[in-house]
């Protein structure tokens, strides 16, 4: 793999937290693979600005432990399904980046050797200087938390400069852009707004978690093409969540 130039952009590291609806296409279930590659090439594109990039995936578009729970599913048990389900899509996006020629290691919460790393913090450091891009799968490990919790622990663990929240639009709205056109977009908003206006960038845990250890969070568009490097190249639109 050639050698990437140095990164001239502010960032030398940061976690992409996708939600698994993202990979989903307009199929309203499952991986629609031209998708899963479309974003592989989103993200191979800000590692060759020589960012170290880490990635946590959600599996809202195979199992949520809520929507099992609410079928009358044990909740814990529920929750390691979706658990489960987060390992799938980050195997897809492996697939996808190792296409592009980006090197990638997944990195299991729950142990499951014959199928990717187990975390261990310093190992997955050590890739990260080696421009591997390293997705976190099974979120935290813990029933009863969300994959935007543990993009927010892990990237708190990897000393990430900030999360980057790619959604369907390109940043905080003070209401739902899609439904009002005279929707307003936030330049920059405060974790405790988000918190107290339910402005719904991540779920709360994970804002104060972001809050309390000074993680800004970015919040910006995955559905335009070429919007994650627009931002760190400094010419993109987003909201950034600060303190
Ligand atoms: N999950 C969990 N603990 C975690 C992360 C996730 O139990 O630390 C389960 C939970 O049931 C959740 C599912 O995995 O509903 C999928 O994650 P999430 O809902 O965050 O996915 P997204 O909405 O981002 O696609």
């Known amino acids: 793999m ?3 130039a140095p990164s001239e952009t502010a960032f030398k590291r940061v976690l992409l937290k996708i939600s698994g609806e993202a990979l989903m296409g307009d199929q309203g279930y499952g991986l629609h693979p031209p998708t899963v590659e479309r974003i592989a090439k989103e993200v191979k594109s800000v590692h060759d600005l020589g960012v170290e990039i880490c990635m946590v995936i959600g ?4 199992f949520r432990g809520l ?3 609410a079928q009358g599913m044990e909740r814990t048990t529920a929750d390691y399904m979706g658990m489960l389900a987060t390992v799938m899509n980050a195997l897809a996006v492996q697939s996808a980046l190792e296409k592009t ?3 990638c290691r997944v990195i ?3 142990r499951m050797d014959e199928v990717a790393e187990p975390y261990i913090r310093r190992r997955a450091v050590r890739h990260l200087e080696k421009k591997r891009v390293c997705i976190f799968a099974a979120g935290t490990g813990n029933p009863y938390f969300t994959t935007d919790t543990a993009a927010t622990l892990r990237a708190n663990e990897m000393a990430c400069e900030a999360i980057f929240k790619g959604t369907k639009v390109d940043g905080v709205y003070d209401k ?10 936030f330049e920059t908003v405060t974790y405790d707004e988000v918190l107290a206006k339910h402005l719904g960038v991540m779920d709360a845990s994970a804002i104060a ?16 093409p070429g919007g994650f490097r627009a931002i760190l190249d400094g010419t993109g639109t987003y909201t950034k969540v600060h303190s």
């Open 176 to 185: 739902d852009p899609v439904k009002h056109e005279d929707a307003k977009r």
């Open 59 to 62: 599996g809202g578009n195979i």
């Open 108 to 110: 299991t919460a729950i």
């Open 2 to 4: 050639p050698d990437t």
């Open 67 to 69: 929507q099992g729970s």
């Open 101 to 103: 020629g980006v090197y």
């Open 209 to 224: 978690l972001a809050r309390d250890n000074n993680l800004p969070i970015i919040v910006f568009s995955l559905d335009e």
